[in-house]
């Protein structure tokens, strides 16, 4: 059984780096094919897509955050972490984790994390 | 970057009706479109991926459809769970979602 669980401050001040950490069990981040990526969603608000972290250590970003985000992998914690440098209270939003298989399902992210609340506040 | 329109933003509809719900994509996505729905204070659930192939688990009532720009998510005969906010999601380029769709109870 595959489960992901997000990790982190629930408040940071503008201006702040953001850190969350990913943990994950059911699968290996060695594996031909797999990835573990952030979305977020604002209060209300639509999904956004953040984050990608394959097997073999290729990273993909949106291209409207990749100045601030960072993506790495510890496969021998099996954990995913997510950096996010200047924070603004836009940035106010649910934070989640996902996986994914690219081979088998083309990105898409079949098994999500709860997800984490994080305000920015000061 | 793709943009994702969804439409409509909302509908309200009855338990055991059909409902179907359209994403159009900006350019030329081929099968790449995941489908997600999400009840309120949950994570989303993949439903359909590349464009119509039932994730496992997923009941039967739903089935999707489309290539290239248009896709549609259907759902044959409305549950009291279906009553959520379904987002589509291209994997052709960078990853993009649409605005969401909100199936509110008639």
């Known amino acids: 059984q595959i489960t992901l669980k997000e990790s982190g401050p629930t408040l940071v001040k503008p201006t702040q780096t953001l850190t969350l950490t990913c943990s994950f069990s059911g699968f290996s981040l060695t594996a031909s094919g797999v990835g573990v990526g952030w979305i977020r969603q604002p209060p209300g608000k639509a999904l956004e897509w953040l984050a990608l972290i394959y097997w073999d250590d290729a990273k993909r970003y949106s291209p409207s955050l990749q100045n601030r985000v960072t993506i790495t992998k510890d496969t021998s914690k099996n954990q995913v972490v997510l950096t996010m440098t200047n924070m603004d209270p836009v940035d106010t939003a649910t934070y989640y984790c996902?996986?994914?298989?690219?081979?088998?399902?083309?990105?898409?992210?079949?098994?999500w994390g709860q997800g984490t609340k994080v305000t920015v506040s000061s | 970057d793709i943009q994702m329109t969804q439409s409509p933003s909302s509908l309200s509809a009855s338990v055991g009706d059909r409902v179907t719900i359209t994403c159009r994509a900006s350019r030329n996505i081929n099968y790449y479109l995941n489908w997600y729905r999400q009840k309120p204070g949950s994570a989303p659930k993949l439903l359909i991926y590349a464009a119509s192939s039932l994730q496992s688990g997923v009941p039967s009532r739903f089935s999707g459809s489309g290539s290239g720009t248009d896709f549609t998510l259907t759902i044959s005969s409305l549950q009291p769970e279906d009553f959520a906010t379904y987002y589509c999601q291209q994997s052709y380029s960078t990853l993009t979602f649409g605005g969401g769709t909100k199936v509110e109870i008639k």
């Open positions: 996902a996986h994914t298989v690219v081979t088998a399902m083309l990105d898409a992210f079949d098994i």
